[in-house]
Nanobody
Framework: QVHLVESGGGLVQAEGSLSLSCAAS??????YGWFRQAPGKEREFVAA????????YYADSVKGRFIISRDSAKNAVYLQMSWLNPEDTAVYYC?????????????????WGQGTQVTVSA
C-alpha cells in the first residue's frame, strides 16, 4: 500500500522561498507529482518527476521558480519553491503514478497525500 505524506507548508512573504517534502512508503511508483488547489479553483498541475530517469516537468506558471527533485535513498520527493507570489497560495498535494507519461493530468495518479497549506502574503 502506497502512502504519501506532505510536509513543509506554511506562511511566507511574497518573493520568499519554501520547500515541500513528500515522504513515500510502500512500493516505489513510476512517477510523482505535485498539484495544488486554491479556494474556489480546480486542482492544477505544478510539477512531476520520473522516478527512474529523473526527467522533470513543470507547469508554465512555475517554470523557472520551482524545482522538483527526488531522493531515492529516502524515498522522498521535494518541491523547492522560490519567488513565491500570492497566486501560489493553495493546498499542495503530492501524488504518485504508475505511469511515466501525461503526468500533468490528475487522472494519471493513483495515490494522493493529504495536502499541505502554502500561504503567500503580499
Amino acid at each position: 500500500q502506497v502512502h504519501l505524506v506532505e510536509s513543509g507548508g506554511g506562511l511566507v512573504q511574497a518573493e520568499g522561498s519554501l520547500s515541500l517534502s513528500c515522504a513515500a512508503s510502500g512500493p516505489t511508483l513510476s512517477s510523482y507529482g505535485w498539484f495544488r488547489q486554491a479556494p474556489g479553483k480546480e486542482r492544477e498541475f505544478v510539477a512531476a518527476i520520473d522516478w527512474s530517469g529523473g526527467s522533470t516537468y513543470y507547469a508554465d506558471s512555475v517554470k523557472g521558480r520551482f524545482i522538483i527533485s527526488r531522493d531515492s535513498a529516502k524515498n522522498a520527493v521535494y518541491l523547492q519553491m522560490s519567488w513565491l507570489n500570492p497566486e501560489d497560495t493553495a493546498v499542495y498535494y503530492c501524488a504518485g503514478s504508475r505511469y511515466s507519461y501525461s503526468l500533468a493530468y490528475a487522472r494519471k495518479y493513483d495515490y494522493w497525500g493529504q495536502g499541505t497549506q502554502v500561504t503567500v502574503s503580499a
